[in-house]
């Protein structure tokens, strides 16, 4: 793996390369939580239609989580395999309202990154890469959710072994990454994958970590 003076590189180097994030503003648990279950195996054009029409659909989460599966299924349908992820969102408006009179999220502030993560992963269908976006970006908690971007760019600059699990990923970029840098590392990971390092054709000439990034080093040897 590399060093902390290696990682603190490559994160200057595509603050450069794409852009310093933008700050993070808390937001909804419980729409981010839907909407990161909507986002999966399917594009951001589409999670975001589907969340849009199921919240227009529905007037307040309580109702979702009354409604006959089949009326979530029709309305968030345009995002795919809507039949496995409605009983998911049903399932975690459930559990969400156990913790109270309504499906309220707020009690999630008063938990730790632990217990949150426990929480969230113990509603079958959300794992921890979906717990954790629902940590970074609702509850602006520092860890650092592994997609597939940033489980591909990590492993091939060499962050982490390639055939770690994203579920071991995560664990080691937080031991490598300052809980402060890891929100602008999630990010920047997730630009450069779309961007220069993707999983087909990867544009290894035009990137500013190649100097220090395992994959490409024997890339660009191979095309010399």
């Known amino acids: 793996m590399k060093t902390s003076e290696s ?20 937001g909804d648990p419980i729409r981010g939580l839907v909407g990161t279950i909507l ?8 999670s975001s239609r589907a969340l849009n ?14 409604a006959d599966l089949s009326d979530i299924e029709d309305a968030i349908r345009s995002g795919g395999l809507a039949t496995q992820k409605a009983p998911t969102i049903k399932r975690a408006l459930s559990a969400i309202k156990e913790r109270g009179p309504n499906v309220d999220g707020r009690f ?3 938990l730790d990154d632990d217990e949150a993560m426990s929480f969230l992963t113990g509603i079958k269908g959300v794992g921890q890469k ?29 962050f982490v072994p390639e055939s770690a699990t994203a ?13 402060e840098d890891r929100y602008a590392a999630h990010i920047l990971f997730i630009r450069h994958g779309r961007t220069i390092c993707r999983a ?3 544009r290894c000439d035009e990137c500013v970590v190649a100097d220090v990034c395992e994959y490409a080093s024997e890339n660009l040897e191979r095309i010399a």
Request: aromatic share 4%; charged share 30%; proline share 6%.
């Open 7 to 26: 990682v603190a590189l490559v994160l200057d180097r595509l603050k450069d390369a794409h852009g310093e994030p933008a700050r993070r503003s808390s």
């Open 53 to 66: 029409e199921l919240t227009d659909a529905f007037p307040s989460w309580d109702d979702v989580l009354e």
């Open 108 to 110: 999630l502030d008063d």
């Open 39 to 46: 986002s999966q195996n399917t594009s951001d054009v589409n």
């Open 130 to 158: 979906t717990a954790a976006c629902v940590l970074m970006f609702d509850l602006e908690r520092d860890v650092l959710p592994v997609d597939t971007h940033v489980h591909r760019v990590t492993g091939r600059i060499g």
């Open 200 to 202: 087909r054709n990867p």
């Open 167 to 179: 579920n071991k990923t995560q664990h080691l970029l937080e031991e490598q990454i300052a809980p």
